[in-house]
């Protein structure tokens, strides 16, 4: 009887490390996967932020002068001073 029960934890044994094995296994591919999947993230958002930084630079001209052309359309006017009628007390 003991052979068999020697046996029986053996073959448990095995299973459990198996099993532990097949985990680690799968772990590792899929930190693997997950890191390919972020670099191609990481690469795709500096292409964006390379794109919208050219877009800026090549629009920055245009955008200057029609915020320069747009401040002096809407400075305010300082309305000119009445000349003086004489009703006006001498100071």
């Known amino acids: 009887m ?3 029960l020697d046996l ?3 073959a448990l044994a095995l299973i459990i490390i198996g099993s532990l094995g097949f985990l680690a296994w799968t772990l590792a591919i899929s930190t693997v996967r997950a890191s ?3 670099r191609r993230l990481v690469a ?3 292409r964006s932020v390379a ?3 050219s877009w800026m630079q090549t629009g920055a001209p245009t955008t200057t002068a029609t915020l320069a052309d747009l401040a002096n ?3 305010p006017v300082k309305p000119a001073k009445a000349p003086p ?3 006006e007390a001498d100071a």
């Open 2 to 4: 003991g052979l068999i």
């Open 8 to 10: 029986a934890v053996v």
């Open 36 to 38: 390919r999947r972020g």
């Open 44 to 46: 795709g958002w500096t």
């Open 51 to 53: 794109t919208v930084d």
């Open 73 to 75: 359309r809407t400075r």
């Open 85 to 87: 009628t004489g009703d």
